[in-house]
Every structure is written in structure tokens, then in C-alpha cells.
């Protein structure tokens, strides 16, 4: 056995280890804590789907709590025009954000750079304003969520497991996308998007695939947290600063890596549930900003790049790829 597999072995047996003892926690821990670590893993999962467009392709999408939200709503829609338990809604609420990827997201697609961000943003309040005002969301009423008969402790534990599944899930996702001909094709499309199509990459379907898997998965998030908290409205389920948070986890811990948006949402998450019950106002706020400045002074590109820098340099010191190589990959 050479030292590669040996390698390869140990780091699956160290993930299934932490996969195990996360599972353990939320089960024998204390409640207050498990109930940190749902929230925690949510932005996990939505950052590994964020990851897929914004990481590997290069586009920030500051949308993604609109697939959240509508998520969110179309388990209560579910759950209150069919009587359908919330959970078992799982795969109509990924099915609805997918759905409104491909309708909202897609045409968006066509911008590039700082207007694809603004124009998510936009998205997110349209439809937040939408949510508003429309007769089948309740407005701004709100929509009560039922059918999940658990004690508080026994759905706490629960949603800790369930949000553990889609979190593991969603960085397989990336896990097995690192290995495949469509990772080089939304780095190549990263890299220069221009000569990726000139070269015959098909970067419409590309990208397009990434921003519907991304809200999918950020629509079982939606699932999982209406039916949590048995109560949504507009204003509280579009918040743009769970978008905010997403992109932060992902960019602070590494984007365009499958284990960096996970190592981001839970020191993020962390910080800012630590400093929400101990500093109170805009202090808080200031203190999160400055925190996250001095992480990214350290690693520009995210804390998984240092553990990349030192697994590729090469003899000589060199880090990079050869894009043009890599694009030329892809178009044959």
C-alpha cells in the first residue's frame, strides 16, 4: 500500500470518525449547545451549495436566501393545502427552489461579475416583496407550520440529525464534483469564461447545473427550518443577512474547496452566536467585522488555501495551474 492510499484511507476514516461524533453530540449533548450546532450546520449546507456556482464557477450569488425561502414556503403551502407532515415535504420544497433557480437564476446568468451579485440581490428583495404582498404566502401574517409532534427536546436532537444528513450530503456533493470533468469546467469557466466557450466548454449548461443543485440544496435547508420553528414570514425567512452569512462561511473558509465552507460556517456561526450573547448592539456587529478582517489578512483566500498551498507547491515554489491547458481539457 503506497503512502497516497494510506493517505486517502486515513482521511476517510477520520471523516466518518467526525461524522460519527457529531452525531453522537446531538444526541448527548447539551440542548442549548445542539441547538447552536443546527444552526451551524444549516449554513454549512448552504454554503457547500453556494460552493458549486460561487466557489468553483466565480460567481458570487447573493440570492441564495431566496431559494431558502422558498423552500421554506412551499413546505407550509404543503403542509397547509395537503396536511402533508412538514418533513415529507423535504422533496417538493428542493424541488420548488430548483424550480426557481432555473426560472430566476438562469437568466441572471447571463451577467457576470459585480452585476450577477446585484442582480441577485435584487432577485432576493423581489420576491421578498412578493412574499409580502401575495394572497397564497399569507402576506405579512405569516404562515404557522403543524404536524411535527415531538417534545422540544426530542425535535431539537431531530433537526440537529437532519440538518447533520443534508450537511454531509451537500459536501459530498462537492466531494465527488472535485473529481469529475465538471469541476475543471467551472474552474476553467472561473478562470476565463471567454475562452472557455470560444474553446467549445458549454458553460451555459455548466453553470446553469451548479446554481439549480445550490438552490435545491438550499431549499432542504428551507424545509428544515421552517418546520423547526413551526412559524415563517417574509421579512425573517428572505433576510438577506442569511445570504450574507453563507457567502462569508464559504469565502472565509475556502470557496472553491469542498471541506472550506464547512471550516467557515462553524467558525463564523461560532463567533457570531458568541458574540450575539455576550456583546450586545452594533457592537456586535463591529466585533464580528473585525474578527473576520483579521482572518482574511491571514489567508486572502480562504483558510482551506493554506492547507492547499502547502499540498501543491511544488520543489520550486510554484502553486499554479496552467489555465489555458485546463480549458483545453474540458473543450475535447
Known sequence: MNAGT????????????VVVAAFGFGGAGQIADVRIGSIVLM???????????GGYGGYMNFGIVMFFGVGAYATAMANAGWHLNPLLALPIAALAAAAAGALLGIPALRLRGHYF???????????QALALVAGFTH??????ITGVTLDPVQATRL???LFLVLTVIAALVCWALERTRWHSALVAIREDEDAADVLGVPVTRYKSVALIIG?????????????????????????????????????LGGAGTWFGPLIGAVITQLIAQELFVHVQGVYNQLSYGALLVVVVLVAPRGLASLR??????????????????MIEEVAR
Open 139 to 144: 402576506g405579512a401574517t405569516g404562515m404557522y
Open 43 to 53: 449554513y454549512a449546507a448552504m454554503a457547500e451549495g453556494w460552493n458549486l456556482l
Open 215 to 251: 438552490a435545491a440544496i438550499a431549499g432542504a435547508a428551507g424545509c428544515l427550518y421552517a418546520t423547526q420553528i413551526y412559524y415563517i414570514e417574509p421579512n425573517g425567512t428572505f433576510d438577506f443577512n442569511i445570504s450574507l452569512g453563507v457567502v462569508v462561511a464559504a469565502v
Open 117 to 127: 451579485a446585484i442582480a441577485t440581490f435584487i432577485l432576493t428583495l423581489a420576491v
Open 6 to 17: 494510506t493517505k486517502r484511507i486515513g482521511g476517510w476514516l477520520v471523516t466518518i470518525l
Open 308 to 325: 492547499v498551498r502547502r499540498r501543491r507547491a511544488a520543489p520550486n515554489g510554484s502553486e499554479t495551474e496552467n489555465s489555458s491547458q
Open 159 to 161: 433537526y440537529f440529525d
